[in-house]
């Protein structure tokens, strides 16, 4: 099986590492949205640019690796909202859990409940703070303890409210298959 992957992203680094996989002998697929990125590696050899996301994930065979050569924020996350449905989350899940030496409870939970529903429609994009961790991060300063993760997570909880943000759903969905916490429906 020859190895492929798709660039999304074609600016500087994106298109240094597309060429760079390129003559490394892998098979690379590129995509830009700015027609000029994607001219500008055309005639590479081993590397193919295609004009929509739909065709990223068309052309590629499972298990597609594609990575986001983007700038954080927004470009990343409409990127990220427009693949998902185009891509079998379950199917990269299961790659994820078995192809890298990472190996967690949690992975296999986010791989059961994509493989019974990816879209998550009936999960509302909303994780619940239960109190742990108000009453850790409050613990913490009374005690002059660093507790930076604990009070970064209890922050990500309040971000996801009202912002439909899928990454949301799958957190809300496995916080309420491993520790019963609240879970609202959509």
Do not use: K
């Amino acid at each position: 099986m020859d190895r492929q992957i798709a660039t999304v992203g074609l600016g500087r680094m994106g298109a240094n590492m597309a060429r760079r996989h390129a003559r490394g002998g892998m098979r690379v697929l590129g995509f830009d949205t700015s027609p000029a990125a994607g001219a500008a590696v055309t005639g590479e050899p081993d590397l193919t640019t295609v004009d929509t996301l739909g065709a990223v994930a068309g052309a590629l065979r499972p298990p597609r690796v594609i990575r986001l050569m983007l700038p954080a924020g927004s470009a990343t996350d409409e990127t990220l909202t427009a693949l998902a449905p185009l891509l079998d989350l379950a199917a990269v899940s299961e790659t994820w859990r078995h192809g890298t030496v990472v190996r967690s409870w949690l992975l296999d939970l986010c791989a059961g409940l994509l493989a019974e529903d990816q879209d998550l429609a009936a999960v509302a994009p909303v994780v619940a703070d239960s109190g742990e961790g108000r009453w850790t991060v409050a613990e913490a300063i009374e005690l002059s303890v660093a507790a930076p993760v604990i009070g970064m997570a209890l922050n990500q909880r309040f971000a996801s409210r009202g912002n439909g943000d899928y990454g949301a759903r799958v957190l809300a969905m496995l916080r309420h298959r491993f520790g019963d916490h609240a879970m609202s429906p959509d």
